[in-house]
């Protein structure tokens, strides 16, 4: 690549979401194709190796496992409760919802094709980079170092801005696996133009659950990467803070695997004071629900509150980076690209979020945008998983809530409404963000905002609130008035 071409690339700006909703300003980007080089004898600020990015945890869920029609492919197989020979069907199946289905594509190379999709879509919202879940790193893994290669190979393809964070899995890969075969596989790809690096040229490696592993191979995989000329920035995702302390040392930057309810935020913020304490990045995570029925339990989320208060604190703390968990984990209902029951609701307002957080002053509203999220039907619902083999529960003491919440992106004041079967709930909303709430009843809701006596905006849920179901589905399901609902997408 030329130096012109170089430059040209670090100074590209990350678009905001193609509809307009609301754009951030384009500020330069680091750009991940620097090259390995001797680390300066002054370590760089955390702010600036990591750049102030923003990485989505890409998980084994690709926008299709097999390229067939979407009546017959391994996601509606998940969303069944055959699903997996009969594994799941006590809960109903192993995922509730997919990405936006797409028709069979002509060509040889459609899984590289699938990964543009998924990039093209992260940039469009200002994502910087994927944190690519590494729990395999056999060269025919079909779920794991395929993939890798695919969205490596999609990167090159596109000139955009954007990184990919290899990730061990620590819960996943196995720990007998020999730490030379491990440095072999990462070092096999470390050198490919799109894997994350600092400015100064370290590769940054992530983990799930390092803890999951000894200090001392930890060490080990440090100094087999650093015979083959790789110096690591450390950035892992502790699973249990408690135990992080042995490995402070070890640490460049670091986060942790919690954020899925708001009574945890507390102990996250001490977490964080810990690792800035110590000298090292804090990486915030942000996450908008969790709900696997393959384990059958959920955490409340309360609609979009969980993910607006992640990234609120993630923003007042300062972090040095953001990982949102996740952009495609169906088997934690963690999700932000768009799909079949979230829709786009959580992609587009991770635009906004990422501007703010980017550029450290709230994004002004562009255009009126309302957005709705609510479950199906109630989690106390009587007649609720009538074929499930037990029923699921909440996990952690956050306590349920059963509403419907509409979410005003207002350019101006204007009166929100939400009408249900038993009447109209409203609120006087100034211009900004006003977040109105009812309780959760039967039938499809409408959402309407009214000025002057007149509804400017007004539609209604895309789904319907059930009293009976054969199996319980607690995911939050959501919308807004910018999109209309899709049941598929080519």
Known sequence: MSSAETTRRKLLPLQGNRRGFLVRAGAAVFCSSARPREVQAKALPHKEALGRRVFAHWHIFRRSFDNKPPQQDLYANYLSPAALGGKYRGSGGFIRERPLPRSPLASPDWSVLDMVHDIRAAVAVGIDGFQF????????????????????????????????????????????LPITELADALASVAKRIPIARTPDGRLILGAFAPERWPVTRWRQLFAE??????????????????????????????????????????????????????????????????????????????????????????????????????????SEGSEIQPSTSIQHAFYDLTAFFVGWYKERKQPSIAKDVLFYFHRVESTDAQAGGSLQTSRFTRRFDDPESNEIELLGFLTSAGRLEIETSKGIVNVDATGGITSLRAPLVLGRPTFRLVRSGKAEISFASAYEVRAESQYQDLLYHSGSSDRPAIASSD
């Open 225 to 330: 990467l650093a015979a083959k000329g790789e110096v690591v920035y450390f950035a892992p995702s502790f699973l249990n803070g408690s135990e992080a302390f042995p490995y402070l040392p070890l640490v460049d930057a670091a986060s942790i695997w919690g954020g899925n309810r708001s009574s945890q935020f507390a102990a996250i913020e001490s977490f964080a004071l810990l690792i800035r304490a110590a000298g090292k990045g804090w990486i915030a995570p942000v996450w908008p629900q969790d709900v696997r029925p393959k384990d059958f339990w959920y955490v409340e989320a309360g609609n979009s509150r969980l993910f607006r208060q992640g990234w609120e604190r993630a923003i007042a703390a300062d972090a040095d980076a953001v990982a949102i968990a996740t952009w495609n984990d169906y």
């Open 133 to 176: 879940n590494i729990g395999s790193t056999k060269q025919d893994s079909y779920l794991y170092w395929l993939p890798l290669l695919d969205m490596l190979a999609a990167c090159e393809r596109l000139d955009v801005t954007f990184s990919i964070m290899l990730s061990l899995d620590c819960a996943v890969l196995a720990r007998d």
